[in-house]
T-cell receptor, first 115, second 110 residues
Framework: GAVVSQHPSRVICKSGTSVKIECRSL??????MFWYRQFPKQSLMLMAT?????????EQGVEKDKFLINHASLTLSTLTVTSAHPEDSSFYIC???????????FGSGTQLSVL | GEDVEQSLFLSVREGDSSVINCTYT??????LYWYKQEPGAGLQLLTY?????DMKQDQRLTVLLNKKDKHLSLRIADTQTGDSAIYFC??????????FGTGTQLKVEL
């Protein structure tokens, strides 16, 4: 099946710093990528939809200036958590859907811990 | 918006069958999915079913869809300890967005 690579898998940072998470589709072109956030023992919450070459669409309640999304190519989307605070600590997961595909493939997730 | 519900926990003995249930509210859903998540990992697509199907079987996995009742189930035959994980159903209502269920923690006991 298709592979989506997400890096880093785990990051610990100080409060106030910014963290970038990368999501790459390795063997297919992803016109659309999605970023989710997951709190412990909870379901996934869609944060934003990222379309190649255009601005991301953010879900209600998600601060676009806080969570910067860039989808510069058909195989790479990045999520930057700016000025991170402890409440931003969470598991972030990206997913990608190829052109004309009905399946959604997920990265392995990034555990962000803000001290 | 779409509301997707699952029971939180299921415990079975190794070798038995597991049935994980999911209910949803949006009748216009096109594709319905089952994902598996192991601790600290992303989601792994197990199987999916198109809304015009009633059943889909893939090796040990059987998906049943009752559109009238908006009920989706995943049956795992001969459940093994390696099947212990959280299972999410997800519903695609269009617009490239999936709505995930609350997740069912499956525990397989020896």
């Amino acid at each position: 099946g298709a592979v989506v690579s997400q890096h880093p898998s785990r990051v610990i940072c100080k409060s106030g710093t910014s963290v970038k998470i990368e999501c790459r589709s390795l063997d297919f072109q992803a016109t659309t990528m999605f970023w989710y956030r997951q709190f412990p023992k909870q379901s996934l919450m869609l944060m934003a939809t990222s379309n190649e070459g255009s601005k991301a669409t953010y879900e209600q309640g998600v601060e676009k200036d806080k969570f910067l999304i860039n989808h510069a190519s058909l195989t790479l989307s990045t999520l930057t958590v700016t000025s991170a605070h402890p409440e931003d600590s969470s598991f972030y997961i990206c997913s990608a859907r190829g052109t004309g595909g009905e399946k959604l493939f997920f990265g392995s997730g990034t555990q962000l811990s803000v001290l | 918006g779409e509301d997707v519900e699952q029971s939180l926990f299921l415990s079975v003995r190794e070798g038995d069958s597991s049935v994980i249930n999911c209910t949803y509210t949006d009748s216009s859903s096109t594709y319905l999915y089952w994902y598996k998540q192991e601790p600290g990992a992303g989601l792994q697509l197990l199987t999916y079913i198109f809304s015009n199907m009633d059943m889909k079987q893939d090796q040990r996995l059987t998906v049943l869809l009752n559109k009238k009742d908006k009920h989706l189930s995943l049956r795992i035959a001969d459940t093994q300890t390696g099947d212990s994980a959280i299972y999410f159903c997800a519903v695609d209502g269009g617009g490239n967005k999936l709505t995930f269920g609350t997740g069912t923690q499956l525990k397989v006991e020896l």
